[in-house]
């Protein structure tokens, strides 16, 4: 049994990145709202146009 304390330093990793996460969701709640529907418009339309044109 060589692996030692890999478990530690994973949980440890994961608990860094979650920590990083956190902070992405920092500024203006309206801002990224819109920002994020104007992303999901796009690609509702990005959608509709393929399947109008009948390709996947």
Do not use: F, H, S, V
């Not at 529907?37 to 390709?55: F, H, P, V």
Request: charged letters at 45%; a positive charge; zero cysteines.
């Amino acid at each position: 049994m060589t692996r030692g304390n890999q478990r530690e330093n994973a949980r440890a990793r994961a608990m860094k990145k979650t920590l990083g996460q956190k902070k992405k969701l920092e500024g203006d709640p309206r801002k990224r709202q819109e920002e994020q529907a104007e992303i999901m418009r796009r690609k509702q339309a990005e959608a509709l146009a393929r399947n109008a044109t009948g390709g996947k």
